[in-house]
Structures are given as C-alpha cells and as structure tokens.
C-alpha cells in the first residue's frame, strides 16, 4: 500500500521534486510514494484520477497553494483542509443560488476520512472555477458557505476518494487573501515553500 501526492501543477511541488530526487513526468512512481500532476481545475482532476486512483493507495495527499477568506489567517499558514464544497453546483434563481442538494440532485459538500494527526488547523473550504474577485460574489460566498479557502481542485478530490473509499488528506498553503484581484498582495514563493516543508517531513516521517 502507498500513498499517492496529488497536485494541480509541478510548480507547487517544487522543493518536493527536488528534495527526493524525483524524476520529471506528471505521474511519478517513486519507492514510497507516487506523484500525480493533475493539471488545474475540477476537470483535469477528475479525469487525472480517474485514470490512476486505484485500491493499491492508502491514503491520498492533496497538496497545494489556496486562498483565505479569513484575515486572520496570516499568508504562508498551512492548513488541514478536512471539508470542502463545490460552490457552483446548482441553479441560479433570480439573485438566488440553489445548491444541488436542496435541488435533490446530490451532495456538494465533501469531507476527509482520515485520522491522521498532522498537527495543522483544521478549516473548511471551497472549490471553484472561477476564483473569487468580485467583492458581491465574495459577500455571498462567505454568506451562505462560510468557508476559509478557495480553492480549484479540492473538492474533487475528497470526491473521488470517498467514492473510492480511500482515506484522503488535503493540505494547502495559504497564498493570497480572496479579495478583488491583486498580484501585489500575494506571496505564492512563501506558500509553496511552507507548503514543501511539511509536506517533506510529513512523508520522510511516514516511511
């Protein structure tokens, strides 16, 4: 049984690479634990997995950079995703918004089964499309959903992986702030390197 690193991009793995001595490719099958680059959104991750998810996993490691809704949440923080939410999966009635479970079409929100302990703050998320810029559709995002972050593959993730029945973690670092956008403000170097400092000792500890 291994474990398998699922990314959106390499970038975010950068030191990860490095630090192991990992081959280039977006599927990597390394001693301990295997490498999976999915490419970025819900599409390119569902159908990533859908080609290499498989019962030879244990436990899935969702690694990546997001964006916090919450201010006191300072920039470069890693968190422990353990609930995320497709935020667009529904209907628009008027100003409205109809999730899909209230239009008993499914579920939108997905939670990790793991109980490893990896010493993070555990937060609730969404997933989205189309990240958040707009101050109105930000309002109304934290008005019905209340999330923490913002990110464009998560939930998808913790989907396949309670479909599949394999544990799941989900650990991102804390980029930008979701507000109108502004490259200034973010510190993406700081998040992918915070982000490959844990990631580094949480899978040496593990082998």
């Known amino acids: 049984m291994k474990t398998l690193v699922v ?3 390499k970038a975010e793995l950068t030191f990860l690479y490095q630090h192991f001595s990992l081959q280039e490719g977006d599927f990597i099958e390394d001693k301990n634990f295997d490498v999976l680059i999915t490419g970025v959104g819900m599409v390119a991750t569902a159908f990533s997995l859908g ?4 019962p030879k996993y244990n436990l899935v490691l969702n690694l990546g950079i997001a964006g916090s809704f919450d201010r006191l949440v300072e920039l470069g923080k890693v968190v422990n995703i353990t609930e995320d939410t497709f935020a667009e999966l529904g209907a628009e009635d008027g100003e409205n918004f109809i999730a899909i479970t209230d239009l ?3 579920e939108n929100t997905y939670k990790s089964n793991s109980t490893i302990n990896t010493g993070l703050p555990k937060v609730s998320g969404v997933t989205v499309n189309r990240v958040s810029g707009n101050d109105k559709n930000i309002k109304n995002l934290i008005k019905r959903l209340n999330p923490t972050t913002e ?3 998560g939930a998808a993730i913790l989907y396949a992986c309670h479909y599949e029945k394999i544990n799941c973690l989900q650990i991102r670092s804390i980029s930008n702030y979701v507000e109108p956008r502004n490259k200034d403000n973010w510190k ?3 998040a992918i390197k915070n982000l490959n400092d844990w990631a580094i000792s949480f899978l040496t500890d593990m082998n």
Do not use: R
């Open 7 to 9: 990314a959106a991009t």
């Open 51 to 54: 080609k290499h998810l498989s």
């Open 104 to 106: 008993g079409f499914g």
């Open 151 to 153: 990110s464009m593959e």
């Open 188 to 190: 993406i170097g700081l």
